[in-house]
């Protein structure tokens, strides 16, 4: 009787979940103009927090090699932000010089594509017709793919350039988290329960473990792997080489696809331009993806996640069906979240149990 009633008050439990999520997002028109009000407020101070998180280990060695901390944070401070602003102010007209010529040129890729569809149609003209049918089904595919691809992307840059005021004030944000880190941290012992304090303090310390250097160090290799890419399309004569290696380096965030990602733009604006460098981008694209899988990643980023390959790329098309280009690059930390917070829960609840 008594576990009859236990499952009869789960049953009612899930049922009024059900109805709780059902009425918030029947109610998603009231609450998300909140939420994106919210989130633009705090988007500087997420910004700013991430640029601390990586800043901070090297603040802290040199810290604890002698010397202090306000000079330690002011030479990594000017190094960091003084690199990334002479990339900025030598990138941005380069940038926009090819992204300018690659709007221009829009129409000729348009005719280039266009005379390829219709080769290919008089080159399967004769092919059952339910073979021409899943071409044809193919083509339109990947039109509406790409061109969702380059509306998210302008939809991104038009952000960005929105946010240029939100952006400014970031450095000075990241000064402060990293001159009060100290007293951040003492802030956040004091406000956690007493109870709980050590259990926080250890799943902290697990993420950061866990996913601390897998961070630090996909930045690192993405940097690489972004200028060597822009450097060798360079030396070949492609166009648009910096634009393609800017690219190639942000895709390679996303751990498996991020390659492929990247290397379709580079084949196609080099099969459209020059045909002949068609296999030296392909060979580029790959080589250095080579390189990093089996060189680079082991050595800066290391296994630092132990996780199955088959639950990574489970996670990536979970991220990429929620929030497209954003999901797959922020899947992966999450995931790596999510299994500290499981293990943390089983340790937990196993005390409970035993306790009892």
């Not at 988007?43 to 090699?65: C, D, G, M, Q």
Request: with cysteine.
């Amino acid at each position: 009787m008594k576990l009859s009633m236990m499952w009869f008050y789960r049953l009612g439990f899930l049922l009024l979940l059900f109805i709780v999520i059902l009425v918030f997002f029947k109610l998603k028109p009231i609450w998300l103009p909140v939420i994106e009000i919210i989130g633009i407020s705090l988007l500087p101070f997420v910004l700013a927090a991430f640029i601390t998180y990586l800043l901070h280990p090297v603040v802290e060695k040199l810290h604890k090699r002698g010397c202090p901390r306000s000079i330690s944070i002011l030479v990594i401070y000017l190094l960091f932000f003084g690199g990334l602003g002479f990339a900025i102010y030598k990138g941005i007209p380069v940038i926009i010089h090819e992204l300018d010529d690659l709007m221009k040129s829009t129409p000729y890729f348009a005719d280039k594509y266009t005379s390829l569809v219709e080769s290919i149609n008089q080159k399967t003209s004769n092919w059952p017709v339910e073979y021409k049918g899943r071409i044809e089904e193919g083509i339109l595919f990947f039109e509406k793919k790409v061109e969702a691809l380059l509306a998210n992307m302008m939809n991104y840059l038009v952000r960005l350039f929105d946010y240029v005021i939100i952006f400014a004030i970031v450095p000075l944000i990241a000064f402060y988290f990293l001159k009060d880190w100290e007293t951040m941290k003492r802030a956040a012992w004091y406000i956690t329960p007493a109870r709980i304090r050590k259990q926080s303090k250890a799943f902290l310390l697990d993420v950061e473990q866990s996913l601390g250097n897998y961070i630090r160090g996909q930045i690192i290799v993405c940097l690489i792997i972004g200028a060597i890419s822009a450097l060798l399309l360079w030396l070949i004569k492609v166009k648009y080489s910096l634009l393609l290696g800017i690219i190639i380096g942000i895709t390679n965030v996303i751990p498996y696809f991020g390659p492929i990602i990247g290397a379709v733009p580079a084949i196609i604006i080099a099969a459209a331009t020059n045909p002949n460098h068609v296999i030296w981008v392909a060979v580029i694209v790959f080589g250095l993806q080579f390189v990093e899988g089996n060189i680079l990643s082991p050595l800066i980023v290391g296994k630092s996640l132990h996780m199955h390959p088959l639950l990574i790329m489970l996670s990536l098309f979970i991220g990429g069906e929620v929030s497209g280009v954003i999901g797959l690059i922020i899947a992966v930390p999450i995931l790596a979240i999510l299994k500290v917070a499981i293990i943390h829960a089983k340790v937990h609840f196993m005390k409970e149990r035993h306790g009892r």
